[in-house]
């Protein structure tokens, strides 16, 4: 699992919250895969009065229960008060609680007055408390509603509101390979963008055409239908919705051109437009020289690159991509990636502006347009200075051509300086592929004329290529798996694992994203008492603590070395006698002590050794959230049993042995290869009288 990536400004804001001596409300809210839950319980570490409830789409009198059974670890006296949102809320705030309630919409589901029971407390009941309620939702519409909108009865009401978008790109790049390129950061940026679910779902092994093609574009790929399930939690009836979508991921648009694409009559679309920009889908640009409220030119773009990947190739072509089976990527996308990537490449350029003319006062930068003229990147300053780019994203070099053809559209650029006088334009050209000598030439000869390549950036940090192996595992209960007729199914063990992380190698990081293709080994001073390590430059090596060091010499010569270190966890092993069943089984458990333990699937780390699969806390130290797995409460085990009957709703599903809204999950540790994993294995446990349950050897 990647560390946690940014968001280090909502987490000191969170941080502020809750050290405030007054009560508090926020609203933390952004669509699915943003990595929202994370956030907040990363927020939430140290905090002993915190009270983290993640809702289901279950009754009232479900969430109910299982919401004080998850408070009842922090405050053991909620368990004394009467099942009711009000008496269970002023309880808690009477403690100075920290209360999360995740996916609150499920929540107003089943009670619409929970918003109203919130304003009560908060305008009369908390004025002597310290108490902070986090209502965190990934539907936007739902919300917004209850919570920001005017006529909500939390309007106004919130200390902190957090809309939760995409990481930037210097933030996604985190998730990659440490050897990824400059180039290659850019194209997987381009397919995947700064969705934390959607990069840690990528294999490091595979190229970006690869990992496009197992997770998009094969059946049961992890990202095969994700678009399409994010967008129906949202919209009732997506049809148009979708139509939309489509036509603006296949380059109409401009509200004529949707309307002509989709039907939909012209009076009638901005109903839909501003439906889908409200929820994040889509966003209206204009030309950077215009006010985005009086502009007639407007153009609508895809905001997520995955959506706008499969509205462009898959929406509707499913059936064409399954028919190329595994040779679906090279000979459909690969052909017109480059095309796909180009507005994504002008977009990092337009951000890298900022940087690349830090000494200019630039104060706006986007996009221009008018009539048959176009410029990828404009930057407005507020003196004399205009900034114009050409950005190309091709396999062949960037010719004179694209200078004299940007000098030609920036004549027709309206805007002068706010003090009066002449502008001062500044030539950037961007090329993916360097540039012919004309060019080169040109930019030797001229003073307002800037060449920049993808892999132009200078050293940003270093970071090692790290490793984890499971060293050891000391087994304290041992159970045997029964199904409901009493045969044996397999053993669950319970018990401390050693877990080993290490590393050889570190590479440098560039502040563009690129990374050193090759590792460089871990290199300490041969000589005695020394505690320098080895910097290497071409032949040249030199001790960092002694220059007079020799570490190729042939007295004290250096060694390389591995670093690392080890911690216990608690974790449980699972041996089936079939490993396809071993590994369904497995995921069906991750599954389960998400429920049981209130956690995120990121806390439970999967391990397949041999033909045994661990499951254990991804915590040092273990965080006892197996453990419920195996808990004797009055000589049952009941958290077990109720894992299988999750376990049996969770699996009911439509496709054939197994898919993203089922068995598919982070972080596995075959990254869901479907050869893997069989759901039917699992669900034949549970054909014979009653679910599968332990029995202690």
């Known amino acids: 699992m990647t560390d946690f990536v940014n968001r280090s400004e909502e987490l000191d804001r969170l941080h502020g919250l809750f050290d405030s001596e007054t009560a508090d409300l926020a609203v933390v809210y952004g669509r699915r895969r943003l990595g929202k839950t994370r956030l907040v319980k990363k927020a939430l570490e140290g905090r002993e009065n915190a009270v983290f409830y993640q809702a289901r789409q279950k009754t009232r009198e479900l969430q109910l229960e299982q919401f004080v059974e998850a408070a009842a670890d922090t405050v053991p006296g909620i368990e004394d008060i009467r099942p009711d949102w009000e008496r269970l809320f002023r309880y808690l705030g009477d403690q100075n609680a920290i209360v999360v309630l995740d996916e609150f919409p499920y929540l107003i589901e089943q009670d619409e007055s929970l918003p109203s029971v919130l304003q009560a407390l908060f305008d009369h009941q908390f004025d002597e408390s310290e108490t902070t309620f986090v209502l965190v939702g990934s539907s936007i519409s739902m919300m917004e509603e209850a919570t920001l909108l005017g006529d909500s009865p939390l309007y106004g009401r919130t200390s902190l509101t957090l809309d939760i978008r995409e990481l930037s790109f210097d933030a996604a790049t985190e998730f990659l390979p440490d050897d990824t390129t400059a180039d290659e950061a850019v194209r997987t940026w381009s397919v995947f963008g700064g969705v934390p679910y959607y990069l840690e779902e990528l294999d490091a092994d595979r190229s970006l055409g690869e990992n496009i093609q197992q997770t998009v574009l094969t059946r049961h790929g992890s990202l095969r239908n994700e678009p399409e399930y994010v967008l129906r939690m949202e919209l009732t009836e997506p049809t148009r919705y979708f139509s939309i979508l489509e036509a603006i991921a296949g380059g109409a648009t401009g509200r004529n051109e949707i309307a002509g694409v989709t039907g939909i009559d012209y009076n009638q679309l901005s109903t839909y437009l501003d439906r889908l920009s409200r929820l994040r889908l889509i966003e209206r640009h204009v030309p950077v020289t215009e006010k985005p409220e009086r502009s007639k030119r407007s153009q609508y773009r895809l905001r997520d690159p995955l959506f706008r990947f499969w509205f462009r190739f898959l929406y509707g072509s499913a059936d064409r991509y399954d028919q190329f089976g595994e040779e679906a990527y090279d000979r459909l996308v690969d052909p017109e990636l480059a095309d796909f990537i180009a507005p994504a490449f002008e977009q990092l350029c337009c951000e890298a502006l900022w940087t690349l003319y830090d000494e200019t006062p630039i104060v706006d930068v986007g996009q221009w347009w008018y009539q048959d003229h176009e410029i990828d990147v404009v930057g407005l300053t507020d003196e004399d200075t205009l900034v114009v780019g050409e950005c190309k994203y091709q396999e062949s070099p960037l010719d004179y051509g694209a200078l004299a053809s940007l000098e030609t559209h920036v004549e027709e650029l309206r805007w002068q300086p706010s003090g009066g006088g002449s502008r001062i334009v500044e030539y950037a050209l961007f090329s993916r592929s360097g540039f012919t000598d004309s060019i080169r ?136 006698g079939d490993e396809v069943e071993t590994h369904t089984f497995a995921h069906a458990l991750r599954v389960s002590l998400q429920y049981l333990g209130g956690v995120d699937i990121r806390e439970i780390t999967e391990s397949i050794e041999d033909e045994s699969v661990y499951i254990f806390d991804a915590q040092e130290g273990g965080a006892e959230i197996t453990r419920t797995l195996i808990e004797d409460i009055e000589g049952t085990f009941k958290n077990f049993d109720d894992a299988m009957e999750l376990v049996e709703r969770h699996y009911e599903c439509d496709c054939e042995s197994g898919c993203p809204l089922c068995t598919y999950q982070y972080g596995c540790d075959e990254y869901n290869d479907p050869d893997t994993l069989d759901r039917q294995r699992v669900i034949r446990m549970f054909d014979s009288v009653g679910s599968p349950s332990l029995v202690l050897k």
């Open 441 to 576: 030439g040109a930019a030797r000869e001229r003073d307002d004329v800037r060449l920049y390549t993808i892999d132009d950036s200078p050293v940003q940090s270093t970071f090692t290529d790290r490793d984890t192996d499971v060293l050891s595992f000391d087994s304290e209960r041992s159970f045997t798996l029964e199904d409901g007729d009493g045969n044996d199914l397999g053993t669950v063990e319970y018990g401390d694992l050693e877990v080993l992380v290490h590393a050889t190698s570190y590479r440098a990081k560039y502040e563009n994203g690129a990374v050193d293709a090759r590792p460089t080994l871990f290199e300490r001073c041969g000589v005695e008492g020394c505690p320098g390590t080895v910097t290497r430059s071409g032949e040249h090596a030199q001790c960092t603590e002694d220059p007079q060091h020799d570490p190729d010499g042939l007295d004290d010569p250096s060694e390389f070395v591995r670093l690392g270190y080890n911690y216990s966890t608690e974790g449980v092993r699972l041996s089936l």
